[in-house]
């Protein structure tokens, strides 16, 4: 595997950025149907500019908590810090900024926030499935050794395989993946039923944050906090966070 697919000349094409690509065009296909389906009173391209708002500031903050927690590195590496297709990307930083930057866009636009959340959620689920795929290819967000039979041994030139040269380890990466889009199908069919709005927003955020503390065990590069993995906090505070929103909410129930 490689993380380029080709390159000609100064032009080089990048697994990385092919997947944020897909991500943005099949995600905002998706949010565009479902805001027709549910007669939302935005446009396509509102929905567009919102997509790309959202991404650039996701990555933005994504990469942003990421040099934060690996600051005894970057802090002497700075020229590093831009070089996203290195690895590097906190998915709990990009969800910040994500989310931040959905929320000054919508406060501009007379729609409901809470109805074109749920409009998003299946959207965010299926783009970290394509973005699993790119860390896959690039060798990077990777596992700890392991002597399963599916173990993956990563090209030496990758993140993977300079930590474990020769060495088979958990595709973490695939691990997620699958849990993610087995998330998104579940978010897409509990669109069809009748729930309060916020309930598939909070919902994702709950059933992301249970796959990620599970794949998190395997993980080899997991940023810290003190003695703790950083995503065991993180996904700690947002299951109790939405999970309480949708208990006591009684988000589940029918709207009508």
Known sequence: MSPIIFSIGPLT??????????????GTWLITRECERKNLSITNDEVMNFALICMFSGIFFARSYYVVFNWNFYGNHLWEIPKIWHGGLAIHGGLIGGVLAGLIFLAR????????ADAVAPSIMLGQVFGRFGNFMN???HGIPTNMPWGIIFPQESIAGKQF??????PVMLYELFLNFFWF???R??????????????LYFVLYSIGRAIVSG???????????RA??????????????????????KSNK
């Open 13 to 26: 094409l990048r697994w990385y950025g092919l997947m944020y690509v897909l991500a943005l065009l099949v």
């Open 165 to 170: 040269p020769d060495e088979p380890i958990h």
């Open 139 to 141: 060798g990077d967000a």
């Open 218 to 228: 395997y993980r080899a590069d997991s940023l810290w906090f003190g003695s703790v």
């Open 185 to 187: 199908l579940i978010l």
């Open 189 to 202: 069919t509990l669109r069809l039923k009748s729930h309060k709005p916020g309930f598939l927003f909070c």
């Open 231 to 252: 995503a065991y906090i993180a996904s700690f505070i947002l299951i109790l966070l939405f999970g309480s929103f949708i208990f006591y909410g009684r988000l589940w």
């Open 109 to 116: 636009h007379k729609v409901s926030t809470w109805s074109f």
